[in-house]
Every structure is written in C-alpha cells, then in structure tokens.
C-alpha cells in the first residue's frame, strides 16, 4: 500500500507544481522516495517516465490555457517553465504537430494528455491495458445524461504504431485522431482522452440514428495517413455507440461499457458497432 500512497502523492504534487520547477529528484523528495524508486513505479504502474508524464501534464494545461485567450503565447510558456516561446513552440509541435498559435485558432478541446490515477483493487494495482486516466470529469458529465448516447473511441492497432515507429510518433498519431473526432462534433458535445489510445464522446443525443450518422462521419477519413517524418501511417478508428443507462453506472462500470462498445465495433466490418449487452453492477 506504501507505494499507492507514493505514487498519489506524487500525482498530486505535479498537479500542484505544474508551473513551478520540478525535476525528478525534487518530486521524489516531496515523497519520501528515491529518484530511482519513483521511476520505477512510475513505469510499473503508468508505463511512462516520470518527467515525460510532468511535460505532457504542463503542455496539456498550457493548451487549456491557449484556448481561454487570456495570455499570450510567450506568458503561457513563460508560467509552464519552458525557457523561451520557442522551446515551448518546439515541445507543443512535437505533441500536437502544430504550434500554440494555430492550435489556439483551429481547436476546442484541449485535454489530450489527461492526469494518470492510481488504479487500486485488492490492495493492490491492478495492471491492464488501459492507461489508468482520471476521467471524473466525463464520469461527472454522463450521470446527467441517461438515456443518451456516447461514442466509444479506439485506434485501430495502435500498439503497432507504437513498436514500429516509435512513442513520438504514436504522440502524432493520437493528435491526429483527436483532431479527426473533434472536427465532427458539434454544439454541446464533450470530447475527453479516456486511455492511452481511446477516447469519448459525449453527444447528448437520444436518437440512435443521430449517433449513427455522427459515428459514420468521425470515421469517413479511415485509412487516411497520419505523416510523421519521411513516414506515412494509416489512421483508422474503431467506434462503438453505447447508451448510458438510466440510472448511474459506477465510475468502474462506466469504464467497462466504453471498452464493451469499443470491443464491439472491433468485430464490425465497418468499425462502427452498437453495444447492445448491458454492464451490470
């Protein structure tokens, strides 16, 4: 249990000092941990380093911030601890293939690296596929919905992109289906980043065929390349429409209808599949 204690502790920490310096041994110090013994748990329990999961969490507030106009582009570098705009250009391209600027006129959502939570189930972690991100806020959003549908949002053999090109690269190919989704949407629909390749959508809908239609145009650029380099990958996505129940799923439950409804669509020839099964408490 030390470790879960550890690992929150340090989850916290960041959040807490996201524009402050924080190196790896400052945030082991805030934890009563060894800078060795922190990257350990930290590739255990998230499969990241820990000073790749500080710069991620700083640029994704930073695109919270660019989005909200309320600071130029050299403050919000300024206050996320990157030395100069152009270091913080350099950083967010390699994230988002595109600079503060174009981001700030072409985007809505900005959470694409969302905070890692601890994963705790027997007194222990419980290890998975799925990135153990915080999704509270998507959790928060459904329960006042029942009755409406949601888009369950994978990336079809992401794990190959991944091995073949390389994490920076998979970074691309994410930004680029998340930017794919989100030209679709429209209104009050949410878009959140649910997993390490798996996203979320909350339509509002209550019509099956709107989901439908909306499912069928997030993935019409299917097979369409994502380029990174002198490499052209294909990006296809897998979507699974679920309805959410009337009557509020546990925030574990929750989770497991989005990956049935992606399971789902997997099995479709289209990539788009309609989770008809129920997830019971």
Same mark, same amino acid.
């Given at each position: ?105 072409? @985007? ?25 991100? !915080?999704?509270?806020?998507?959790? !928060? ?15 079809? @053999? ?50 099956? !065929? ?10 019409? @650029? ?29 925030? @574990? ?16 020839? !289209? ?11």
């Amino acid at each position: 249990m030390r470790n879960i204690y550890i690992l929150s502790a340090a989850l916290e920490a960041v959040e807490e000092k996201l524009c402050e310096p924080l190196s790896v041994e400052d945030l082991a110090t805030a934890v009563y941990c060894s800078a060795s013994g922190l990257q350990k748990l930290f590739r255990y329990a998230f499969h990241c380093p820990v000073g790749e999961y500080i710069g991620k969490r700083r640029l994704s507030q930073a695109s919270r911030e660019l989005l909200s106009g309320e600071k130029s582009v050299t403050e919000i570098a300024l206050d996320y601890q990157y030395g100069s705009p152009e270091v913080f250009t350099r950083a967010f391209r390699r994230l988002w293939g595109i600079t503060p600027s174009e981001f700030r006129k072409t @985007h809505r959502f900005y959470e694409l690296f969302p905070r890692f939570k601890t994963q705790i189930e027997n007194g222990g972690f419980t290890m998975s596929k799925r990135k153990p991100v !915080d999704i509270s806020e998507l959790y !928060d959003e459904l329960k006042k919905l029942a009755n409406t549908y949601i888009l369950s949002i994978d990336i079809k @053999h992401f794990a190959q992109v991944n091995k073949e090109h390389g994490h920076a690269t998979g970074d691309l190919v994410i930004a680029e289906a998340f930017l794919r989704i989100e030209r679709e949407l429209s209104g009050e629909m949410l878009l959140f980043r649910v997993g390490g390749d798996e996203f979320a959508v909350i339509t509002g809908y209550d019509s099956l !065929d709107d989901a439908k239609t909306l499912a069928r145009e997030v993935t019409k @650029h299917n097979g369409e390349p994502v380029r990174a380099g002198n490499s052209e990958i294909p990006l296809s996505l897998w979507v699974g429409i679920s309805r959410v129940p009337d009557g509020a799923l546990s925030y @574990h439950r929750t989770l497991e209808l989005m990956a049935s409804a992606v399971e789902s669509a997997r099995q479709s020839e !289209d990539c788009v599949s309609v989770f008809v099964g129920a997830v019971k408490e």
